[in-house]
């Protein structure tokens, strides 16, 4: 069980570098093409890696490949929300309402697998439910006082990250008895490159190779991204995910923090009173 919960923590640690990196990739490059050659580089490095450690028992079956196929397709909303909100957005408001995709994924966790939590881990998630609501309805309001009264596109694009990885991150758990800890990651990427692939080339997006500048942060992205999902799946065959799943999300908390420090965000105290629920309510969902 500790083993477990020191994978979460792990995780966060990961995402928490992960989503600088994608925050520099997509601001300098567009997000489609960060997202492509991050993909393409976490990829490789999982398949490596994989090789190196994974043991592998190759018994594809057609539930499994219904798990492909939902991991892929909740990847592809995840990472596609996820970059364009990065680029557009902040990330004091983006990453709180994202970090949301814990409860989703314990949620399903307690319906599909039979995990149960207790009564301080659902308050736990109220906490981080009412959190994300309070920097969601932030960023509504400021948006309502500027000209355009409309929900911002990469607010909207937060929540879809949010749903796209509650759900994909109990779709790796069931990868990884047949691909591996680490291969289940790159199966995952793979799936949602040729969902997505098709359709950036159908709309003649540019995807045009990175120029040698941006490949620290690609490479960043894609390493760590990596590493914070080999980490919720190793974890998850120690705890349960119910447990993982909460500690991981505690990558929002660095995330906010680097926005604060680097970038110079200054966000209102609702926004910070609101992240600061969302970290309270994760952390009572691991305890």
Known sequence: MIAGVLLGLGASACWALANVAIAR????IGWV????WSQLAGAVMAALASLAFDPHHWQLSPALVGWIGA??????LAYVCMYYAFEHGKLTIAVPIMSSWAVIAAALSLLLFGERLDAAQLVGGAAVVAGAAVVSRYAQATTARAADSRTPRWLLASLGAAIGFGVVIPAIARLVPVFGDIGSVGV???????LGLPVALLLRVDLRFPS???????????LFESAGFACVAAGSRLAPIALVSPLASLASAFTVLYAWTVLRERPARAVLAGAALVCAGVVALAL
């Open 25 to 28: 990739a997509a601001r300098t």
């Open 33 to 36: 093409r960060a997202l492509l």
């Open 71 to 76: 991991a892929g397709v909740s990847s592809l």
């Open 188 to 194: 995952v990427y793979l799936a949602d490159l040729a």
């Open 212 to 222: 040698a500048a941006a490949w620290p942060a690609l490479l960043a992205a894609g």
